[in-house]
């Protein structure tokens, strides 16, 4: 059974009672290049082409790492984030799903022709959307369950069905406007947090990195195994208190951080939290790594597939509610054109496996930067949508050769 790799930075264990050295940062930095030896190449990939995406768009205009420009790629970033992030969740299981996008525009005129034409409220409308996505991600399940249907298949299927859905429900009118004084519209477009409360947030979430940390060191302690030290957990928490306090303090010279991105940023530490800390998670790992050694371990297989496609057709209809916030409207185009495609590669892009069992849902918020960024650079450059394309799919094809050579390394590191 595939398990996430799992860092080589704790000694062997001694005799009983034996008092074990906590790793140290020589350690640390030994285990980390036996990690890059062993082909867990982790985020390192991604952050690194990001790095050098955004020097070379800001060589090449001195506008793309303004503050007002990064707002608004952040915001940018969240429709397609979301929907990436479920994309995660479908291929950790050694899945895909090809309908996120009609899914998502089929979400957003659900929302648009309760929410304007029939005058529900919007929660009501949204609450109504987010419903029909989970029935269709536990179709998607119970087909692929029950009659053996292959995942790319019948969400194949479903992009061409509910792409006819949702031209039929918008009907004649193609385009449904929706209020801009509305809460959904301001939500996304004209919210920013205070900066006294991005700062807040920013320090209590390097504050619970510490805590956690230090509990997990604390609970190795108590069970006689080695643990880092309290420096090690107040190194992380600095670091993210330092990293978090500059982007806030840079992006306030603008507007400053959108309530929409930071609801992108609680799904993504949400989704963190359930892959890397419930029993759920390690589960889905464990059925995209070998489905059928997890099968023989105890795990409902077939319930572990259908919380992944329901939880992916809800973050796509979530994106799809979100896209239509942002440009305040729901059309026919809605979901469509690049959206499919740009979420499936920003998954990829950003380090989750196509052949299942290793991502992260962070995969999710880098892999949508790298993609926004290029976006954003080549339209500030006055360079039309070929070249996104073309750099995207350069993008993509360099992250699933990195995949595939990072998953040869493993096996063969593995049979040494």
Known sequence: MTRPAAAPDLPAAGPPGERRPAPGPRRALAAAAA??????LGIAPVVAGLVVIWAVMQLLNPIFLSSANLTNLALESVPVGVIALGVVCVLLVGQIDLSVGSVSGLGAAVLAVLFVDRGLPAWAAVSAALLLA???????????????????????????????????????????????????????????????????????????LYATGHARASERRRAGLPA?????????????????GTAVWYLNRDRGVGWMFVLFLALVFALHYVLTRTRFGRAMYAVGGNAEAARRAGIDVKAVLTAAFVLCAALAATGGI????????????????????????AAVIGGTSLFGGRGSAFAALLGVLVIQSISSGLTLLNLDSAYRFMVTGAVLLL????????????AAHGRA
């Open 322 to 345: 979100l896209a239509a916030s942002r440009l305040a409207a729901a059309n026919q185009s809605s979901g469509g054109g690049d959206v499919n495609l740009n979420a499936i590669a």
């Open 35 to 40: 990690r890059l030896r062993g082909g867990d």
């Open 399 to 410: 992250a699933v050769a990195l995949d595939s050579a990072a998953r040869r390394s493993r």
């Open 228 to 244: 880092p030290s309290w420096r090690t957990p107040a190194a992380r928490g600095l670091a993210l208190l330092l990293g978090l």
């Open 134 to 208: 989970v029935v269709i991600g536990w179709f998607y399940a119970q087909v692929h369950n029950r009659l053996g249907v292959p995942s790319f298949v019948v969400t194949l299927a479903g992009l061409l069905g509910f792409l006819g859905l949702q031209l039929w429900i918008l009907g004649s009118k193609g385009s449904i406007n929706l209020p801009f004084d509305s809460g959904l519209v301001t939500f996304a477009q004209l919210h920013f947090v205070p900066p006294w409360l991005a700062y807040t947030m920013v320090a209590a979430g390097a504050l619970a």
